[in-house]
């Protein structure tokens, strides 16, 4: 049973990994600055206000684009909601 719990840890770790590596793959392909708030926000953990009047545009035009890179990362990780 050990070594069944040993090699379930091991397949869930790899497979954490793969996802990772493709989530990374995918941000790294959006627009820039899709891409920039994208990470901004997941990565760094800023609010929208932040990120905003970081980057001086709106606050809807990083909920859009937050939006559109969710999007594109469930299309291409096949996420379904």
């Known amino acids: 049973m050990k070594e069944e719990l040993q ?3 091991m397949f869930e770790q790899f497979a954490a990994e793969a996802m990772q590596e493709q989530i990374e ?3 790294s392909r959006l627009p820039v600055q899709c891409r920039d708030i994208f990470r901004r926000s997941r990565y760094e953990g800023k609010s929208h206000q932040e990120i905003a009047q970081e980057m001086n545009i709106s606050v809807r ?3 859009t684009q937050i939006y559109r890179a969710l999007k594109i990362l469930k299309k291409k990780l096949k996420i379904e909601n």
């Open 7 to 9: 090699y379930d840890d």
């Open 25 to 27: 793959q995918t941000v």
């Open 61 to 63: 035009t990083v909920e």
